[in-house]
């Protein structure tokens, strides 16, 4: 389907970072579906997501569907046009300039029946007093609207929207194209807007040069302080260009790394961290005008400013990086100084990739060894402690869900456990965790992250939701009291339209999506305000779980006690003034104009036209701070429209400032009618139904807290302890428990109490009163024993090379330290006596001069007992080369050494890893050398991994592997051992000469030659001869032709070449009248895999006797003519008749003698061309030009074969 013909459907994405108030992402893809859904999911950093999906249609019925489109949005247009049933009082009016668009004031009314939610809950009476007080609202209300499209932007899919602050008029929208497939952004413009949106102007960051905007950062502190990070069209230039005056003006800086990550000090507004793609992190004073690089090899996502009131400077910064081994660290180190030597290794080894997160007063890490994780936590930068969970817990994944108020709140998934978690809370350190809730459901999201489905109810501290998964069933449950009690959702007793619910406890519940749901195209998000405590909107449904495809909207003002439904429908949620005024937009696929709005809490709505023509909308935003009565709606009218903001003010819409007399209080209580939450009573003020006014920014919700007295429900069950299901909730131990042990860090001279199971939840106000958490029993503090005695090197690099400086740190996990003495030895003759080492955390600083391998013990010992720990540590140079060392040529099924030459020579614990062939196991020795064989013919490829701890080189080669092959051993000149290094290079260079000058005198393909020249002096050689892939037979001629014209080559001093100073050097055969046959396969077996067996005179002695043997039975055979040969007919020939591939030992020689040793059966003419031509078995044999290849008659030879068969 054409384009054109597509309606436009977006995926947008609206990000509210925290830390920047009134800044959104959105992000739009334009596709081509033709039905589709709006969903808004939120996500753990408070981000706001509208994505908009299409459901699967075939290609068929896409023109139909096309036409359903047409017809849905023409329907929506009719219907949501103001008409009388709607009681609209006036329409916006249309005055679109060139770029204005609409613009003027419009016009509200109070929902009809089916949009109202003032119906029965509170009776027909009061419903009737507050639809009489809406009406008269209404006359008073003068809401302002104003449409501006952002013209040429049409292409573009992505948005950053950013208000800049309280008291600021100013907004910047960043538009850009953001292409997938590349991952790139092609296009982008900036617009800027001076008076809350009414108007936008265009802004040229660099006259005349077209520049790509990928992000834009707002400093925290100072919001007039934006930089932009941008490109040139190519991205051969990477620039950024900072505003101190909200964006009014820009100055262009260019840089020379590409950022992806910018991030502002949280107090300090001129200071920034940038991360770049490659690992590389930079830092800047000067707000982006220098840049000093810190450190490379950083994990992304893991740098971290310095906690204010928590860390010392200001200038610090945590980080997660990798080491040269591979592994990652947890350090920090100043801004002004982060070499390699200046980063200071928080945590005592290595850490997992990505667990490094710093939040607040806590750090956390993780540490896998094998299949088991520990994870550690530092409170307010102490050492780092080991998390305690239940001992059989076995955790297989953690996330952190808050850290408010002194306590971890974390979710753990146990073994057992595939799809949800279970909710821990923490004492004040972080160490000693409880289980407060079973089986939270969760889900893993793109780019490995967890969604916990859990939410803190923001504006009362101690209030969370969280949907449980019982028997298959999700269910969502509250707390009051930071997870000591949790009950289910209260149903509402009537419906929006006040008809009476059938929805009775215990089978049926409201239940409401949090952060996720199953369902994309259904909202995941509960609403709540810091300033509007109390006030919680979310999409849900009622009824024994929750259904993902249902998404009515319901509402509380009493913070969970009494729910409303507003809603049938899901509807998009703005908070304005403090939660004094509601704004509420469908979340629909269709276009809308309207909007509606509730002053009362949701009570009473009224619907606004705040466009004349409907928009798609694509997301809302407010201005920033709680008093603000300004927002904008961003939306498209069509596939290919531009971008439309529509601003809307509810300034003008309230006539005076409220005065106390229009508040009125508010106790709060859980769903049992407790008072005391928390250990204290809380009351809060709302504005009352009958004010018609604006809270503002002075407005304080909080009136007064009053301490209670200590009860039961004040304490939860202490570490290793759990809450029984039967006994009223008494806390008992777990059968690993030991609760009369005491405490790790109980020194002797104190007195500790025994845990009674109980503890007073972390930041529960309570006084006097039951005190569960007392003990009765005081005990003294033991000496303990020392216990988990620990000694590592500081950055856990186990191999160092001499003279590095090496830090060695002592932990003891239990026991006392104040008395107890640690003897150190260092392995080298250094030892030490110690005391309080792992108190003060004093490093013991050493030098090594010498390599080799050191063994570092420490014995801790008090009066109590005793403990040791010992690590082993290899000093050494770095490896810088290893040669693999094996002959290029071998034969099938015979073993061939292979050899690896390390430098530096003295290298010490090096470990060879090999890999010979396709075998994916390596073969380890902590030898240079290793024998192996290969049984089939091809080429086999070699490699040789060299590891010290240090550093690690490799090397391969290539062994062609034969069947059947020659050897001729080679000598040289002596003066060449003069110029022989005895390196690898050096033998190669001179074999590769060898092999091309015999190529070029003998005429022999270069490739059938291999020339190998053997380490060590004397310089000797050996000169392979390689088959030809052909037949056997065919194969094996071609080599009886090709060792005469190498021996001649020889024999006439043909092969030589120059080394320095002139001097000729002379190849010839190792011993030319020994000759030249040998198996080579008895060579393979020598120590090198080619040299030589038997010196010259045993070869001479074999020759003399073979011939002799040779001569003496020809004689014989024709003097007494043995019957046995009497005619080929019963006998066939059995003398000098080659087989092809068998081993055999022959002999050419004078006619004379050939004749002579015939024998005397009369011979077909076929057995004389078998015995007398098989010198030219194949003309293409005779083609090739091989020298001077016939055979002298003089010339005696033996050649060394290799084969495997044997006749």
């Known amino acids: 389907m054409p384009d054109k013909m597509m309606p436009k459907h977006l995926f947008f994405c609206m990000s509210l970072f925290p830390s920047l108030s009134g800044h959104f992402v959105i992000q739009a893809y334009r596709g081509a579906a033709t039905v589709c859904s709006v969903a808004l999911l939120r996500v753990p950093w408070a981000s706001l997501v509208l994505r908009l999906r299409p459901r699967s249609m075939a290609k068929a019925a896409l023109p139909a569907s096309a036409r359903l489109c047409v017809l849905l949005l023409t329907v929506s247009a009719v219907t949501a046009m103001p008409g009388a049933a709607r009681r609209d009082r006036g329409r916006v009016g249309d005055h679109r300039g060139p770029d204005v668009g609409r613009g003027g004031r419009a016009e509200s009314s109070p929902a009809n029946e089916s949009e109202d939610a003032a119906g029965g809950a509170e009776g027909s009476e009061e419903g009737s007093l507050r639809l009489r007080r809406a009406l008269s609202r209404e006359k008073q209300m003068s809401l302002q609207s104003s449409s501006f499209v952002l013209k040429g932007d049409a292409t573009h899919n992505q948005a950053m929207v950013h208000w800049t602050g309280e008291n600021s008029s100013v907004i910047l929208i960043l538009t850009k194209y953001y292409h997938a497939d590349s991952t790139k952004v092609l296009e982008s413009s900036l617009w800027r807007s001076t008076d809350y949106g009414t108007t936008y102007t265009k802004l040229n960051l660099m006259q005349g040069t077209t520049v790509v905007v990928n992000s834009f950062y707002i400093c925290p502190t100072n919001k007039k302080k934006v930089v932009l990070v941008g490109s040139s069209v190519n991205e051969r230039d990477q620039m950024l260009f900072i505003s101190t005056d909200e964006g009014s003006s820009f100055q262009r800086q260019s840089v020379v790394f590409t950022p992806v990550t910018l991030v502002f000090h949280p107090k300090e507004e001129d200071k920034l961290l940038a991360y770049c793609k490659d690992g590389r992190l930079f830092a800047s004073t000067d707000l982006g005008r220098k840049w000093t690089l810190l450190q490379e090899r950083v994990t992304k ?50 850490i997992d990739h990505k667990s490094l997160s710093v939040q607040g007063d806590y750090i956390f890490v993780k540490v896998t060894t ?68 079973e089986n939270v459901r969760s889900t893993r999201q793109p780019e490995e992250m967890v969604l916990i489905d859990i939410l803190e109810v923001r504006g009362i501290k101690g209030v969370f939701l969280a949907n449980q998964r019982v028997d298959g069933k999700v269910r969502t449950v509250i707390t009051y009291n930071k997870g000591r009690d949790w009950q289910p959702l209260t149903p509402p007793a009537t419906d929006m339209n006040g008809k009476s619910i059938t ?39 009622l009824g024994s779980k929750l259904v993902e495809y249902k998404e009515e909207m319901y509402i509380t003002s009493d913070c969970g006690k ?48 705040f466009t004349s023509t409907s928009v798609f909308v694509d997301g809302l935003l407010s201005e920033p701070g709680d008093e603000t009565l300004v927002m904008t709606v961003f939306g498209h009218i069509s596939y290919r429209s531009d971008w439309e903001l529509v601003k809307v003010d509810f300034r003008q819409s309230f006539p005076r400032q409220c005065a106390e007399a229009d508040y009125e209080s508010w106790q709060l209580t859980d769903l049992q009618g407790e008072k005391c939450i928390m250990g204290q009573e809380q009351t809060f003020r709302r504005r009352k139904d009958t004010a018609f006014c604006v809270k503002g920014k002075s407005y304080t919700s909080a009136l007064g807290r009053k301490a209670c007295q200590c009860t ?12 029984s299901l039967t006994e009223s909730g008494r806390c008992f131990a777990d059968f690993w428990h030991h609760p009369d042990s005491p405490p790790e860090d109980c020194q002797p001279g104190r007195t500790f109490e025994s845990s009674t199971g109980y503890r007073k939840v972390v930041s529960n106000a309570c006084e006097g009163g039951l005190d569960k ?145 396709n075998n994916l196991q390596p073969t380890l020795t902590l030898h240079n050398s290793v024998l192996t064989s290969f049984p089939e013919e091809g080429e086999i490829s070699v490699s040789v991994q060299a590891s010290n701890g240090r550093s690690m080189v490799q090397d391969t080669r290539r062994v062609r592997v034969y069947e059947n092959f020659h050897v001729i051993p080679l000598s040289f000149s002596r003066h060449l051992d003069r110029f022989n290094p005895n390196i690898p290079e050096w033998r190669e260079d001179v074999g590769q000469v060898i092999t091309k000058i015999l190529a070029k005198v003998t005429g022999v ?138 081993r055999s030992v022959y002999a050419q020689m004078h006619n004379e003698k050939e004749q002579e040793m015939t024998s005397p059966v009369n011979h077909s003419e076929d057995t ?20 001077n290849a016939g055979a002298s008659p003089t010339f005696r030879s033996l050649i060394r074969t290799t084969t495997n068969h044997c006749y």
């Not at 997660?320 to 005592?348: H, P, R």
């Not at 304490?715 to 759990?722: H, I, Q």
């Open 301 to 350: 996502d893991r740098v971290f400013w310095s906690v204010t009131d928590v860390d010392v400077d200001p200038d610090l910064v945590h980080m997660e990086m990798q080491d040269t081994s591979g592994g990652y660290l947890y350090v920090t180190c100043l801004i002004q100084n982060c070499s390699d030597k200046m980063v200071t290794a928080q945590f005592l080894g290595k």
């Open 1005 to 1142: 393909p270069q490739d059938s030659l291999v020339t190998v020249v053997k380490a060590g002096l004397p310089t000797a050689a050996d000169l392979y001869v390689l088959p030809t892939e052909r037949t056997p037979a065919k194969r094996s001629a071609f080599q009886d032709k090709l060792i005469p014209a190498i021996m001649r080559a020889f024999k006439e001093h043909n092969v030589s070449f120059v080394v320095r100073g002139g001097l000729q050097v002379l190849v010839l055969p190792a011993d030319p009248n020994a000759g030249l046959a040998r198996n080579a396969v008895e060579a393979t077996a020598t120590e090198s895999g080619h040299g030589a067996a038997g010196g010259p005179g045993v070869w001479a002695v074999a020759v003399i006797f073979l011939i002799s043997i040779a001569a003496t039975a020809s004689f014989v055979l024709y003097k007494f003519k043995s019957p046995w040969l009497r005619t080929e007919e019963v006998y066939p020939p059995l003398f000098f008749r080659k087989l092809p591939g068998s």
């Open 712 to 723: 039961e429900r004040d304490f939860n069950c202490d570490y290793g302890f759990e809450r």
């Open 370 to 437: 094998g299949n088991r994780t520990k994870h550690y936590v530092s409170y307010r930068r102490n050492e780092f402690t080991q998390m305690k969970f239940p001992k059989y817990a076995l955790p297989k994944d953690v996330q952190i869900v808050s850290t408010d108020e002194e306590q971890v709140f974390l979710a753990l998934q146990e073994w057992y456990q595939t799809d949800t978690y279970n909710l821990y809370q923490s004492d004040t350190r972080g160490v000693y965790y409880s289980i407060v809730l």
């Open 562 to 609: 009494t729910w409303r439904q507003v809603f049938e429908e899901e509807h998009h949620i703005l908070y304005l003034d403090h939660g004094g005024v509601i704004v509420a937009i469908k979340d629909t696929s269709i276009p809308l104009k309207i909007l509606k709005f509730s002053i009362d809490e949701g009570r009473t709505w009224t619907v606004h036209n």
């Open 773 to 917: 958490a007392q003990s009765a029993k005081q005990s003294n503090c033991p000496l303990l024993p020392p216990r988990g005695l620990q000694v590592g090197i500081k950055g856990q690099m186990l191999a160092v090379a001499p003279g590095d400086d090496v830090t060695f740190i002592v932990h003891q996990e239990e026991g006392d330290t104040s008395s107890t003495k640690y003897q150190v030895d260092l392995g080298d003759g250094f030892r030490a006596i110690y005391r309080n080492l792992t108190v003060t955390d004093e490093p013991i600083q050493h030098r090594y001069e010498k390599p080799g391998v050191y063994k570092v013990s420490v014995q801790a010992e008090n009066a109590a007992g005793h403990d040791e720990a010992s690590m082993y540590i290899q000093v050494t140079a770095p490896l810088q080369e290893v040669h693999l060392e094996v002959t290029p040529i071998a034969g099938r099924n015979h073993q061939v050494n292979l050899t690896a030459v390390v430098l530096p020579a003295e290298a010490n614990l090096t470990v060879f890893h090999w890999w010979i062939g």
């Open 503 to 541: 929805c009775k406890a215990p089978d049926c519940h409201l239940h409401l999506h949090l952060r996720w749901a199953d369902n994309p195209y259904v909202s995941g998000t509960v609403h709540t305000k810091d300033s509007a405590p109390g006030l919680i909107m979310g999409a849900g449904n």
């Open 1168 to 1187: 004389q061309h078998i015995i007398q031509g098989e010198e030219f078995i194949d003309d293409d044999l005779d083609s090739q030009t091989l020298g």
